[in-house]
């Protein structure tokens, strides 16, 4: 992690010069970043949790949804006195969906938080791209 | 209101109105008026945009996230679900678990991302690598229909409502308080901004979730803290057949159409809110992306604690006053809460619990008009019409003209909804922001072929799909109450019949067309692509690089 910052640093030192030559090149600073191995392990790592974490809960969801509108006899038995299997499955609905919210802040926190901010840090203070970081137009309504 | 006197005597005569209106009133002002001085308080540094739509971007985590469920948990949320599962028992749970399975798709895919590249509005994401000017339109309009069916919606609620707690049973008077609601939303939101009310937001949010689970515990302990207790009241109380109230299937059950029905919903459910406008405007009001996470987790444990307590409040209902009670009463289903309420605590306790119901609609439409007014000031004013050559304060000026127009439709629209089904109003705004938002937002966020083209093929065809839809189904037209012989479409003349779609919740169509819509627009155009663009939005998406901080006064 540390490496690669010292490899993006060390493209050039940041000034006046190095924003002309970036920006006459046909590639950005932004697409520097986004090829160079740290920012596309971040990415990566985001990646492989979110979407498996969301085909899991949508699969899980739709499961009870089905069970809920085509198995109503299973749905219907009772497990405690009036409590029914659909309850639970309903009920297991709000664990999974607690559980998954807990996992991903936690995981976020502690394994995505400080690499982001290491990267931005260094995009924002210029060392990789001088001048050309707020690409958007500002309106001036910041105070 | 002396002209609306008769109403209310033959209301209560049969028994319809309950609790005192005087304590009612005398609750709900004190609310109004608390508020009042919050917002007034809270809105002297509104100066720039910034303040304005975005609060600064000043709340924390934990503020937001309340705010958030504040936001969310409108009148469908607990006076809809309530009355769902009072009459329907379990089918009316879906509604809980899809409203809050889906805050899941917007943690995990969306909020952070969309704080770390936006600033205002859904349309800056959107547009931030595609064609500016097609593409904000486009997402300003899908906005204004979400916005629109929600306060739909709300209006219709406070109306039921009004019927109910202030024995105001004529057209005309349930007019005058609609007016009455609508004049303080504009009131709250043209001089409180975003900031203003957020705070409104965030006291109505306590307030509902401390009034709900108040009342759970009271339900439980009638019932000696044992679920299945209350189920078996809620069972008894509803005579014969009522064993089905915890088996699913009583109100889409019957037939293999309402069966698709249900999946219809609990697709829209699901995918809805993380394109809901006003909850992603939500997320901009906060400085960074973490605090946009921590957001969506305050938000996620307030939404579900909460639905867990309409769960209780529902069967409890059932139980302790009954279906036929609450289905004779003005308000319908939607009464069954503050029915619940008036059996527990007598005047006292429903004096309050119809406050927090008064507050949770004005702070919802508080919420959605400004998020209408950011959308038509900055995405239409600023950037379509006026090439993004506008005053820094012109543009606020225009977004609280808007707020004007919006709260006068609201209004308008409000007294022709009047009596509709709540939650399944919301639930018609969520297929529309299913539909014509979330392709695009997740397209333009991960996929990096995506174009100009595919998007608005997606925003245009998955919005004008499920408008359409609506039109000619039997929501609109046709449905007629096999029982009673009354139409229960918004079309009251039983012979006006042009409902050729059967569903009554489009997003089994819509949703997937406008998904497939955005691939095939892409693939279509021949647009070069901008991976520079692409570049930019991504590194900036995952490390909030150049994303805006909050403002210091």
Known sequence: ?143 | MIAVGAPVVAAAAAGGQVGDPVVNIAIFGAFVLVTLVIVFRASRNNKSAADYYAAGRSFTGPQNGTAIAGDYLSAASFLGICGAIAIYGYDGFLYSIGFLVAWLVALLLVAELLRNTGRFTMADVLSFRLKQRPVRLAAALSTLAVVFFYLLAQMAGAGGLVALLLGIDGVAGQALVIAVVGALMILYVLVGGMKGTTWVQIIKAILLIAGAGLMTIWVLARFGFDLSAVLQGAIDAAGEGGETLVEPGRQYGATALTQLNFLSLALALVLGTAGLPHVLMRFYTVPSAKEARRSVVWAIWLIGIFYLFTLVLGYGAGALVGPETIMSSPGKANSAAPLLAYELGGVFLLGIISAVAFATILAVVAGLTITAAASFAHDIYASVIKQGQVAPDGEVRVARVTVVVIGALAIVGGIFANGQNVAFLVALAFAVAASANLPTILYSLFWKRFNTSGALWSMYGGLVSCIVLIAFSPVVSGKVDPVTGDSLSMIRDTSVDFAIFPLENPGIVSIPLAFLLGIVGTLLSKEQPHPEKFAEMEVRSLTGAGAEKATSH
């Open chain 1, 1 to 143: 992690m540390y490496a690669t910052v010292v490899h993006l640093a060390a493209t050039g030192p940041p000034g006046p010069a190095e924003v002309h030559v970036s920006q006459s090149q046909t590639e950005t600073d932004y697409q520097r970043v986004q090829r160079s191995p740290e920012f596309q392990d971040l990415r990566r790592r985001f990646r492989n949790f979110v979407f498996p974490m969301t085909a899991l809960f949508l699969a899980w969801y739709f499961l009870y949804v089905l069970l809920a509108n085509y198995a109503h006899g299973f749905m219907s038995q009772r497990v405690v006195g009036t409590i029914t299997v659909g309850l639970l499955f309903g009920l297991g609905q709000f664990v999974s969906t607690f559980a998954i919210t807990m996992a991903y802040a936690r995981w976020a926190n502690q394994k995505q938080d400080a690499v982001a901010e290491n990267l931005r840090e260094h995009i924002e203070s210029g060392a990789l791209i001088e001048g050309s970081a707020p690409a958007r137009p500002s309106d001036g309504s910041r105070a």
